[in-house]
């Protein structure tokens, strides 16, 4: 499977359509989210399970592009973020990429940045790496 198949099946999930997160094809996979009132918590920034969830899914996807042709997929274990600033109304984009990919664990590093490119919050996620049964061929 390429990366647009990658990208077409994992971004028709219900929960990239909830939150409204669409996913960008280039040298790497980045995840870009338009922030809106739905998004936000009681202080009027974005909830950090919505960062999360962003920053999460663009490591994934870059760690899932390199696993899908030997027919593995990897499914988060750990997810480590670093809220550096709030997120307000407006587009966010993650970026990541894979640290360490191995036989039964990978690691990845993300970043999320706003419009302006001033870094909001960085992640690592170890994944756990598994057979594909079927969902991603």
């Given amino acids: 499977m390429d990366a647009e198949r990658l990208a077409e099946k994992v ?3 219900p929960w ?7 996913i960008e094809l280039g040298d790497t996979i980045a995840i870009v989210l338009e922030v809106q009132e739905k998004h936000l918590q009681a202080l009027g920034v974005a909830h ?28 988060t274990s750990q997810l ?9 109304l407006g587009k966010i984009r ?9 036989s039964k664990v990978a690691v990845g590093f ?4 706003d419009e302006n490119e001033d870094t909001l919050a960085v992640a690592t996620a170890t ?9 991603f061929q």
């Fill in 16 to 22: 990239y359509k909830l939150l409204g997160m669409k």
């Fill in 127 to 135: 994944f756990y790496i598994r057979e594909d049964s079927g969902i």
């Fill in 48 to 75: 950090g399970g919505v960062i999360a969830s962003v920053l999460d899914s663009a490591i994934g996807l870059n760690i899932n592009k390199e696993l899908v042709a030997k027919k593995r997929v990897a499914v």
């Fill in 11 to 13: 971004g028709s999930a």
């Fill in 94 to 102: 993650a970026t990541a990429k894979p640290i360490y990919i191995g």
């Fill in 110 to 113: 993300g970043e999320l940045k």
């Fill in 80 to 88: 480590n973020v670093h809220y550096l600033k709030p997120v307000t």
